[in-house]
Nanobody, 123 residues
Framework: QVQLVESGGGLVQAGGSLRLSCAAS????????MGWFRQAPGQEREFVAT????????EYAESVKGRFTISRDNTKNTVYLQMNSLKPEDTAVYYC????????????????WGQGTQVTVSS
């Protein structure tokens, strides 16, 4: 079965960095665009970034442009989210997901999801 497993979350001070990873299995990884979303308590899940299957094209939410970088390694079936200059408002559970189309920014456009990893940014 398809599995997406996120890792790399944690507690970091404002201004710090984290790198999230999402390892995929049970699917043909290069058939999918990959996306990162996040969800803070009491809020809807929101788009963060997406990357096309071969990695050449990316899209970002305005709130993270210039601070976050999405990348993928198709030899490892893994997508990454490098997060720099973190702010307290970046605190959320971060999810990776797969989409058959690019670029897509709505959760309903993604079919497989990971379980999420918590990112907490202290002020």
């Amino acid at each position: 079965q398809v599995q997406l497993v996120e890792s790399g979350g944690g507690l970091v001070q404002a201004g710090g960095s984290l790198r999230l990873s999402c390892a995929a299995s049970g699917l043909i990884f290069t058939q999918y665009a990959m996306g990162w979303f996040r969800q803070a308590p009491g809020q809807e899940r929101e788009f963060v970034a997406t990357i096309i299957w071969e990695g050449r094209n990316t899209e970002y939410a305005e709130s993270v442009k210039g601070r976050f970088t999405i990348s993928r390694d198709n030899t490892k079936n893994t997508v990454y989210l490098q997060m720099n200059s973190l702010k307290p408002e970046d605190t959320a559970v971060y999810y990776c997901a797969t989409s058959l189309s690019f670029p897509k920014m709505k959760p309903s456009d993604y079919n497989y999801w990971g379980q999420g990893t918590q990112v907490t940014v202290s002020s």
